[in-house]
């Protein structure tokens, strides 16, 4: 069985390499046979898209999607100084 941190690793560079997510932002855990995403994107299919990649990286593994969406809002008002 490979380690837990060489799993993580493998998944962390699927993610970044991957032309679907191309993402570093990510942290990945591995316990036991669960693995966790946590982190933050801009929305709801980046969310489900990373969870797919980590799964095809580490298949047998549950993936335990804990990454949240953030609220992304247009500029607001001019500053005056």
Do not use: K
């Not at 991957?18 to 993402?23: L, W």
């Not at 994107?41 to 990454?67: M, W």
């Amino acid at each position: 069985m490979e380690a837990p941190q060489y799993v993580a690793a493998r998944v962390q560079r699927a993610l970044a390499e991957d032309e679907r997510t191309n993402e570093l932002g990510i942290r990945v855990d591995v316990r036991g046979e669960q693995l966790f995403l946590r982190g933050q994107v801009s929305g709801d299919e980046r969310r489900a898209l990373i969870a797919d990649v980590a799964g095809e990286a580490a298949p047998g593994l549950t993936v335990r999607n804990e990454i949240t969406v953030m609220e992304v809002r247009g500029p607001g008002r001019e500053e005056r100084l």
